[in-house]
């Protein structure tokens, strides 16, 4: 009698922790998507804020705005050479009568994160374009963006 009583009291105490558990479990599991949620809408912040740098360019501009946007570009370079996909590509599109009716495009890419020359390359790239921009011209300012929303491109249009 008594080991039937003991062994009442020991399911019981087990079924009350499985029942313990499953609560721990569901309260995880609801506040789990809560954390998922935030930082979900904490990367598209963080998206927004990398892009504002650069959109607030867009459109059309004056040949010194845009060379306030490269020197931002320049400056996120060296602040993002570990992380490429942060590094937009640049690029600019002068049609001219002294070019002849082509597109002289210059283009500063970044492929590799991190490595010097790479980085030089495009650093150098950047300072070319922003001094081919006249202060006194108006340029068309458009960018491309990732399947995430990040911006990946720019492009200046004479």
Known sequence: MENASKALIIAGAILLSILIIAIGMFIYTSSQSTINDSLTQMNTQEIEAFNSQFTIYGGSQNGAKLKSMVGTCIANANTYKEEPAKLPR??????SEKLGDGNNADTGTLNKGGD????????????????????KHSYTVNFGYSNNGVLTSITITY
């Open 90 to 95: 640049v690029s600019i599109n002068k049609f």
């Open 116 to 135: 010097t020359p790479e980085l030089n390359n495009y650093i150098n790239t950047l300072a070319t374009i922003r001094n081919n921009l006249e202060n």
